[in-house]
């Protein structure tokens, strides 16, 4: 539909007008709707978004603002007269019943207590019962039940025709075939709902396509929406879809219609009742607007300990008569609102990329873009992980990129638009040479990451030092990376065993450090000595060992020499160390530079014996492996792990034949599926686990 240049032109003007915001002028009402069709077109039809939608949703409301000041200058195809495009002729193109209109948006409370206002005024009353629930971010779908049976299902498309998506929708589990509307007085119902891919299931799917060398999707939005245009219904099925249904858009009535029609929260509960996974459990029913913004607010907290991805939540007038008084726009129902969480997605321009060295010598390249806000965070640093990455996503120098801040807090790059470059782009040269010692860099078969072999670089150096004394390490309280780097650039720091050899007699010197923060840190490395020996284990960072393959390895000798003496075979033997730990472990302590360090830190006074050899056979799980998978709720997962090992238990990091107890929270993933194939593992739920160790 949009050719190259028309694309191009387009994308520019998008972010000229990103720019303007919150004053576009009036003269740019005719761009500014030009823009806003392309994006819909690339939303609804393509699904391959060029903005985020926060910056859609801005530029929606500069055009209404604009149309608002300006009456004379609205026109008929104006976006704000009617839904976005969004069919697609390789299905067939069907009628709602009702126009499926989209939802006004707010982003704080000030707009939900206006909005609330509006309400009251048009409503003609003092106070309004709301339902809230959650704002699902998957594909919208409409269904039609005739007699009970499903009839059709279809998208959104332009929200006045959809596309038919029966035979897709029908491999989806969670909606029903058929349900007993008749027995509410129902004949034929349209129902709304969104179409959705569990975190779970969009990991498990792009982990799928990493086997297969294909590049992952961007999100679970993405994926729902895409696999409904799957043209082979079983590799719909396939897809693990789930569908919420929330909303009763049209129903003819056979009898009295029933009472479950009265109130939003009715029809909850209605599609509950006949089999439909509606938000029935997640809404919450509130008399005015004070105690919808609490749920709000708490939600979006909550929102990443959720199975699926949200956007935020709706707010929708309970009474269906009052619903029906307060009517629509051509463009958003009055009776609801969504309340809108912080932006996730934003985009940005790729100014430049940084090569660091981290401490096992791996060279990370890092993004570095014009600072833009992001879920509360303003970020302008995004890791690419490494050259396969950079290469995958076509990323170039000058790229527009659309950047995504997931529940995991790290940003990451979704993809370049590509369609945006004018030619002054450049590519990414990936160093052949570290870029602090200028060592040639070597990359393992089979890996991924470049490397520099040089274990003297400065950068491996100081990051080794900052790994040391990390809150998970050394815990060396107010030794954090700043200090680090300041004292090596001074020449306090050199190595790790310098850590207790600091000169602060010289630090007193240096402008922040008084008497009282020289007397704590002095306070803290003196406390770091007696640490158990499995923090000092992961502390050294042994590659591939972590802190739960650090305990296992600190309770499987009297003395960290020990392993000095230990063969691969006899490695490989301890619980959860396979062939690629046990080599890097057993190269490790038959370094001379290593045992030479350890020997350092002994005379230093660090605690180089086990202290838990004595102890293991004493408690009540002595000998038994355990693994965490899933959400637990009454639980965090370091306090289930420290109550199993506080009875001699042993945690391991993987599913393997070595696993006693595989304790199951909600949402557990590949784990619990790898688990029931060995049947020596006890699949046991959190209560079973605290019956165990005698908690329950």
Known sequence: MYNANETHHLQQLTHTLLKELPTIPEKEIEGLRDVLRFHEYRYYVLDEPMIADYEYDQLYKALERLEKDSPGRITPDSPTQRVARGLNPSFPTVDHLVPMLSLDNSYNAEDLIDWDRRVREGAGIKEVEYCVEPKFDGASISLIYDDDLLARGATRGDGVQGDDITTNIRQIRSVPLSARFSDYGIQQIEIRGEVLLSKKHFK?????????????????????????????????????????????????????????????????????????????????IFRGIEGVIDYCLRFEAERDDLPYEIDGMVIKVNDIALQEKLGMTTHHPRWAIAFKFKARQATSKLRAVEFQVGRTGSITPVAKIDPVPIGGV???SVSLFNEDVIREKDLMIGDQVLVERAGDVIPYIVKSIAEARNGHEHPIQFPHKCPVCHTQLYKEEGEAVWRCVNIECPAQVVERIIHFVSKDAMDINGFGEANVRKFYELGFLTDIPSIYRLPFDMIRGLEGFGEKSITKLQEAIEK????????????????????????????SVENIYDFAGMSLEELQQMEDVGVK?????????????????????????LTMKSEKK????????????????????????????????AQGGKILSGVSSKLNYLVVGEDAGSKLEKAKKIPSIHIITEEEFLDLVGNG
């Open 581 to 605: 730990v046990a080599n890097s472990i057993y190269h490790f302590f038959h370094n001379k530079g290593n045992l030479d360090l350890l020997k350092d830190l002994e005379e230093l006074g």
């Open 378 to 380: 303003t970020v302008s």
């Open 528 to 555: 770091s000595k007696g640490q158990p020996l499995h923090r000092l284990i992961f502390a050294l960072g042994i590659r591939y060992v972590g802190e739960t393959t650090a305990k296992t390895l600190a309770q």
């Open 614 to 645: 004595s102890s293991i056979a004493s408690g009540n799980l002595a000998g038994q492996t355990f693994l965490f998978t899933g959400t637990l709720n009454r639980l965090k997962r370091s306090e289930a792990e420290a109550m199993a090992e």
């Open 204 to 284: 498990a799917f792009n982990e799928k396509l990493a086997e297969q060398n294909l590049p992952p999707l961007a999100n679970p939005r993405n994926a729902a929406s895409g696999s409904l245009r799957i043209k082979d219904p079983e590799e719909v099925r396939r897809r693990n879809l789930e569908a919420f249904l929330y909303h009763v858009s049209y129903h003819t009535d056979s009898g009295k219609p029933h009472h479950a029609l009265d109130t939003h929260a009715g029809t909850l509960k209605m599609l509950w009742d006949l089999g439909f996974r509606s938000p029935e459990k997640e809404k919450k």
